[in-house]
């Protein structure tokens, strides 16, 4: 009978929800410095990737999320500007967060993952759904979490990582962890350059104008001042030079240079009953635009960003669980386009947990105070219900909200003064089974998204307006396969993901959104031998004028662990990207390159 009513759901139901093939762990707060995620587990859809899925992907940020979640990237290619979709959303809807920080550019509101080294984070998270009230500004569509772990019991190693491939791409990684009874530390680096001249799929041309390197320095640190206090710190800093590649039928000698500055300073005091941590954080970005790479004539743009923040924690009786956050931001901006504006920001969270046996549910609003505008009261509640042993489901619904960027604002020609912040009502409903080798998530969502800002073309140049009304309905289903027999392992992941987003106003389909997406990863392992392949398909997209066709892209690749010798693991793994490629060329959006090559050889002693 219960497995009648598993069918009768999984089909009749119009969401699921699928777990990673690597289970998402609870880490001690000691280890995490993003505590929030361990309470948002209970009712919204994560997606945890692990160092051994990063490996898969050790050059390339965009691919992957592209190969591992439902996100759609809008990429410019290889080592250039790449912004995620999510749920339909757009990327300034998409909060960012690293170590509990959301990092979002104040300029355009978003975070360019071109900028982004895999080699600085040790987890990365996807939390799919609104969280305005835990992340602030722009958590519309969903939060991606990048994390760095601090383990008090972890030996030394070091570790060091090449990589050289097609294109002449190169990337070197060290990374050395230690620790003592009261010290935890990371630290390492990584350099990734490449030359990126592929030729383009059926065309006689090569990209002569993509070459890009940039370094990204790390380090973070805690020592525990007693068993129950903690100081942590965490430093990363990005520096990138890469050439804008050219379109098919526009050519390009364009450079952007850019860096970004990040340094969080925490204490954190964990008791029987209550946890507090006290945060202090300085964030810089800064970049500058060459519209002919032969000269020097540039535009450039800076904003720092200082951030004090509070996190209280009390655990009631009867499985109750009080939370504040109380934060306050300052942000001052200077630019060629956008002169020097400021903004202050203050915002106070409060959030009620309790668990009434196999119930569990959260109540939680949010209060901002923001320089120049009326921010609106933002909520959520969410509810997690364990029916069964392997069935569970969840309901959350929420409002959630973004205010415009400095480049909406100010940006000669065409800021508008006039904006006010976005709004936006979602509701999720998700099932989660899940067996000892096999697991299926669905989930179902609603989004409505109001004044909506938009960039549009008037009197000879863009402006934006709030003028947009947003409907975004879809649903994604997920479903892992994993098994270990002898000498013998198979995995299995598959995503699907569907997304219908249109503008009220027409009733079209909003543009760098496919109705369509899915992706497989699959991996068997014999002894010391991996062999992997990814697979990913990209449905029909609405851009600008034009639409980008359907297409298809896979990986494979294979994988040896060596022997011990002389207290030194090596592994050594070959892939093959695009393996299979039938992306479209369009002019409005740079080629995807050919079938190509990456070696990679990683050292730990």
Not at 52 to 67: E, G, H, R, V
Not at 128 to 152: K, M, P, R, T, W
Not at 362 to 378: I, Y
Not at 503 to 525: C, E, R, S, W
Request: with cysteine; hydrophobic share 35%; net charge positive.
């Amino acid at each position: 009978m219960k497995k009648r009513i598993y069918i009768f759901v999984l089909l009749c139901c119009p969401c699921i929800t699928l777990a990673q093939l690597d289970s998402i762990q609870l880490l001690d707060e000691v280890v995490l410095s993003d505590v929030k995620l361990k309470s948002l587990r209970v009712s919204h859809k994560l997606t945890t990737l692990t160092d051994s899925i990063l490996n898969q992907q050790p050059t390339n940020t965009t691919n992957l999320f592209a190969f591992n979640s439902n996100i759609y990237f809008k990429e410019n290619g290889f080592g250039m500007v790449s912004s995620p979709s999510f749920r339909g959303t757009s990327a300034s809807q998409t909060a960012v967060l690293w170590n509990g920080i959301n990092i979002n550019s104040q300029l355009n509101g978003q975070t360019d993952f071109g900028a982004l080294s895999l080699a600085g984070f040790d987890q990365i998270t996807i939390k799919s759904g609104g969280g305005s009230v835990q992340h602030g500004s722009g958590a519309i569509g969903g939060s991606i979490h990048l994390n760095n772990n601090l383990d008090f019991s972890s030996p030394l190693k070091n570790t060091v990582q090449l990589n050289y491939g097609s294109f002449n791409t190169k990337q070197l990684t060290y990374k050395v962890t230690a620790s003592t009874k009261r010290l935890a530390l990371n630290v390492g680096f990584n350099r990734l350059s490449s030359d990126n001249d592929y030729e383009f799929i059926g065309k006689d041309k090569v990209n002569t104008n993509g070459a890009f390197n940039n370094t990204t320095f790390f380090a973070n640190l805690g020592y525990a001042l007693s068993d129950t206090d903690i100081i942590k710190y965490y430093t990363n800093t990005f520096v990138g030079e890469r050439e804008l590649s050219a379109t098919l039928v526009a050519p390009s000698k364009s450079k952007y240079n850019d860096v970004h500055f990040r340094h969080l300073l925490e204490w954190q005091h964990i008791g029987n009953k209550y946890t507090s941590a006290l945060k202090f954080a300085a964030l810089k970005e800064e970049f500058k635009y060459f519209e002919n790479k032969e000269n020097d004539n540039f535009s450039f743009g800076n904003v720092q960003q200082f951030i004090a923040k509070h996190e209280f924690e009390y655990k009631l009786p009867k499985h109750i669980k009080l939370n504040s956050i109380i934060e306050y931001n300052t942000f001052k901006g200077e630019g060629s386009s956008f002169g020097n504006p400021k903004r202050n920001a203050f915002s106070t969270t409060l959030m009620f947990q309790q668990k009434i046996n196999k119930l569990t549910y959260n109540l939680s609003a949010r209060q901002d105070v923001t320089t120049g505008f009326k921010s609106p009261l933002v909520f959520s509640a969410d509810v997690n219900c364990k029916l069964t042993k392997d069935y569970s489901i969840t309901l959350n619904a929420s409002k959630n909200y973004r205010v415009p960027t400095f480049n909406d604002l100010y940006w000669q020609p065409g800021g508008n003064l006039d904006l006010v912040p976005e709004t936006s009502y979602q509701a999720d409903f998700g099932q989660e089974l899940k067996f000892k080798s096999i697991q299926f998530l669905l989930n179902a969502y609603y989004i409505r998204i109001n004044d909506m800002i938009q960039w549009t073309p008037e009197n000879g140049f863009w402006s934006p307006k709030n003028i947009n009304e947003v409907e975004s309905i879809g649903a994604e289903f997920e479903t892992s396969f994993s098994k270990r027999f002898g000498n013998h392992s198979i995995k299995t992941d598959i995503k699907y993901s569907f997304t219908s987003t249109r503008n009220l106003k027409d009733k079209t389909q909003l543009i760098y959104v496919p109705k369509h997406k899915g992706n497989i990863n699959m991996a068997y392992g014999f002894k010391k031998i991996t062999l992997f392949y990814q697979y990913l398909y990209n449905g029909q997209v609405n851009i600008i004028g034009d639409i980008l066709k359907a297409y298809k892209v896979s990986n494979a690749g294979i994988g040896y662990k060596f022997k011990h010798l002389k207290k030194i693991d090596y592994s050594l793994s070959f892939k093959v990207n695009n393996l299979l490629n039938t992306y479209y060329e369009n002019v409005a959006l740079r080629p995807m390159p050919n079938r190509n090559y990456n070696l990679q050889l990683t050292l730990n002693f």
